[in-house]
């Protein structure tokens, strides 16, 4: 059984920073990568970063240079580090697996999500 908690949302000031971090809990057989997913209100949800088990990364162009999605496999841990944060950026923050690894097509494991608000 697979469980991701996401945790290090909150609220924050344009221009400030946040880190996000899931842990996971269970095996994922294959080869899967990892992501955060934001929705805001109204609006659809979009991936805004992925990373595959080789550490290859994807963002989507408007977190480009200013967030970063890492992970730490020894922790089981994701995390997403958030800087020059914008109002824009207000959204719930998942965190997602997507297994086998398609890069962003076939999501099958989510957490339960962690508010960010940037203000």
């Known amino acids: 059984h697979v469980q991701l908690v996401e945790s290090g949302g909150g609220s924050v000031q344009a221009g400030g920073s946040l880190r996000l971090s899931c842990v996971r809990s269970?095996?994922?057989?294959?080869?899967?990568?990892m992501g955060w997913i934001h929705q805001a209100p109204g609006k659809e949800r979009e991936a805004v970063a992925i990373?595959?088990?080789?550490?290859?990364?994807v963002y989507a162009d408007s977190v480009k240079g200013r967030f970063t999605i890492s992970q730490d496999n020894a922790k089981n841990t994701l995390y997403l580090e958030m800087n020059s944060l914008k109002p824009e950026d207000t959204a719930m923050y998942y965190c997602?697996?997507?297994?086998?690894?398609?890069?962003?097509?076939?999501?099958?494991?989510w957490g339960q999500g962690t508010q960010v608000t940037v203000s």
């Open positions: 997602a697996a997507d297994s086998p690894c398609t890069y962003g097509g076939n999501w099958s494991y």
């Open positions: 990373i595959g088990g080789d550490g290859s990364t």
């Open positions: 269970g095996y994922i057989a294959g080869r899967y990568c």
